[in-house]
């Protein structure tokens, strides 16, 4: 059986608005039509991921989480998974937190627990340099506080069975990956081979897979090789932060990997000029972009072969997008802008930069691409500073910029974006027989890269 039959075979079903052949229903959102069975799924569950709990309350408390918990539970899940991150300072105290959640909502249900261990959870400690005594630490102990705490045995390898599907679960073993999840899956992989999907967690992302040749934290290959014969598998990590308004998030090659966002904060891959990373904050013009607005998760709908996920906001309590069931991202086009859509130019005049310094700045300002219509979403815009001075032009500075809500659902879309240049930057020189001048570039971006036509502003003086 190849990925593609598992994919989209006679168990498979099509988004991009086709009526299931056994009849269905469809339901609009703002990005496209989605169509699924209308018979209940054989199986449902809830995905979350780095949810960096220290405190029951407060920027780093378990609001969001139980908010998250009740959502799954409304939806009559059979299980959630944690992909890991659970205690962010590695303190058993704050894994007996997310313990406390579970059980304020699910105590007395059949739901199963699906979680591993993540960095954090072994390694936060040292991270925060906490003057705390070695058994407040899970790491004291690893094996001993799982069980204590979520009252389940502990193996650094799981197998659970729910509904009939396979889970398999790898707690955080190093930075490179879990080295031992090859010779697992050579052992008892043969009993998972077929139509059947089968799901596989861990906490960082298999390397080559989500989010594209370069993912912050991807393993070293361990898992994708493991993983890489069965067209079946589905294998859900975080560890990134990565958001899921980024398509690259399913990723479909010799298996299916799906990155799950975080939810607690969004970190966007860097390269922005609102993004990180902070060792880069001296070079940048603007303020990095309110990641703690974003608190995301998955939930999962499984008909036999065919599977649904939705991705969830939970700071608004709203869909991030059509959900994702074939990669319909690379079918639909690149984003575009509404008609008569205009980018301008303003400045030069007194800023300040990501490090409070007082700078001459100029800035372009242009409407977001629309989102609506049959085409991608942007998620980011590629902007560009032309110089005109002694009657030649010059491309003197391409920056891009993330969309101010990239992350949050497509209802939330900012009106406007701005991008800010440093006259500094631009290497522009003034003399007494000519005036520099200075127009902006801007084109729309998918999280393909596939760009939109181009903006042009009037020129300036500067």
Known sequence: MTRRDFIFGAGAFAALGTRPASGGSCKSDPVSIVCRPSAKPDLKFGVVSDIHVRETTGQYGVETLLKAFKFFRDCDVDAVAI?????????????????????????GTNV?????????????????????????????????????????PYEPIWRKTVKGYTFIGAHWDS??????????????????????????????HPMGTCHGDWAWGHDKG????????????????????????????????????????????????????????????????????????????????????????????????????ADWTTWRGKHLPPPRFAGGATVSATGPFDGFDRKGRRVRQVKAVFPSAVIAGGVQRAYDYCVGAIVRECGGERVAKMKRVYAPSCFLPPGREAESVECVFSLAELGTKSANYFKPALRFTVQAADSFGRTSETLLSDWIAV
């Open 222 to 321: 361990f898992a994708a090789r493991a993983l890489g014969t069965f067209p079946n598998a589905v294998a859900f990590s975080g560890h990134s932060h990565h958001p899921l308004t980024d398509e690259r998030a399913f990723w479909r090659g010799a298996f299916t990997s799906v990155g799950c966002g975080s939810l607690r904060y969004i970190d966007p891959v860097y390269g922005r000029e609102n993004s990180g990373p902070p060792a880069l904050d001296e070079f940048k013009q603007m303020p990095m972009m309110d990641r703690f607005s974003g608190k995301e998760g998955l939930l999962v709908s499984v008909w036999g072969g065919r599977m649904a996920i939705q991705r969830r906001d939970f700071v608004h309590d709203e869909p991030l997008g």
């Open 175 to 204: 930075w490179d990956g879990v080295g031992a999840i090859e010779a697992y899956m050579a052992a008892r992989g043969a009993e998972l081979k077929g139509a059947k999907p089968f799901f596989y967690i861990q906490h960082p």
């Open 83 to 107: 992909a890991g991150d659970m205690a962010d300072q590695g303190l058993v105290a704050q894994l007996q937190c997310v313990a406390d959640a579970w059980n304020a909502v699910f105590a």
């Open 112 to 152: 199963e627990k699906l979680f591993i261990y993540g960095n954090h959870d072994i390694e936060g400690g040292k991270y925060s340099n906490l003057d705390v005594a070695p058994c407040e630490l899970i790491a004291y102990d690893r094996a001993a506080v799982w069980e204590r705490v979520f009252g389940e």
